[in-house]
């Protein structure tokens, strides 16, 4: 099974191609330009590199966030316009799914000894000071996912050896050992492409019967967009 893959949580997001269970190619996007600029263009490309046609592509895959409202909402038309054309299945994957999944056994990160993979913090960065946050225990979410400053969060997690992933803990990483100590421990790298764990928990989802139309797909934001905040203080009494 052929699954193109595109993340667009982070600025450079990054897009794969995925085969029988192996990925063929993962690369970052091109920083340099904006989302908008510069895809369907860096998907083409990657096809191109491998030989493959989009008509080839059996299942897309897609990051679902949290990130910018912008590159989510370019990410995910991006996806859906290819699927569409191509009357192909698109799965939307979580982006703190695809950190945990990096993290633990199933994803190929290299981990840091004591093994810490049955609690993972998955941290990106929400700017502002803060982080979308979700946590993770032997392989399931715990809680709900939130947006809080990193102190808040590490508050919660004194004394529980816990591993963290994602760009928001590559920022915060100072901070986190200095409240944590010993009981913190980084994936490696820290801030992981998450194109290929996109395709591998995309096609996993395929597998087991989720194949839903292109335009069901939804971006998880967490943080209500600064339009909504300004429209509910206009109407507020």
């Given amino acids: 099974m052929l699954i193109l893959s595109l993340d667009t949580t982070t600025r450079a997001g990054s897009c794969a191609l995925m ?124 809680g709900a996912a939130t947006v809080a400053k990193p102190d808040v969060l590490l508050a919660d997690l004194k004394g529980q050896a816990t591993l963290f992933t994602g760009d928001g803990a590559s920022i915060y990483q100072e901070r986190i050992r200095a409240i944590l100590g010993d009981a913190a421990a980084f994936t490696d790298p820290v801030h992981p492409l998450l194109a290929g764990a996109v395709a591998a928990l995309g096609g996993n989802a395929f597998r087991a019967g989720q194949r839903p139309p292109p335009h069901a797909i939804r971006p998880l934001y967490v943080r209500r967009s600064d339009a909504e905040l300004a429209k509910d203080r206009a109407f507020r009494p």
């Fill in 19 to 142: 085969q029988t269970g192996r990925v063929l190619r993962e690369q970052a996007g091109d920083t340099s330009r904006e989302q908008a600029e510069r895809l369907p263009g860096e998907l083409a490309a990657l096809l191109e590199r491998e030989s493959i046609t989009l008509q080839q592509i059996e299942v897309f895959a897609v990051a679902t966030g949290p990130g910018s409202f912008t590159g989510l909402r370019v990410g995910i038309a991006t996806m859906q316009g290819l699927a569409m054309a191509t009357g192909k299945p698109l799965v939307g994957v979580s982006a703190f799914e695809a950190l945990a999944f990096l993290g633990g056994s199933g994803g190929g990160s290299k981990r840091q000894d004591p093994p810490y993979g049955d609690r993972i913090a998955t941290w990106i960065d929400a700017w502002r000071g803060e982080v979308f946050a979700a946590l993770y225990e032997n392989g399931g979410e715990v």
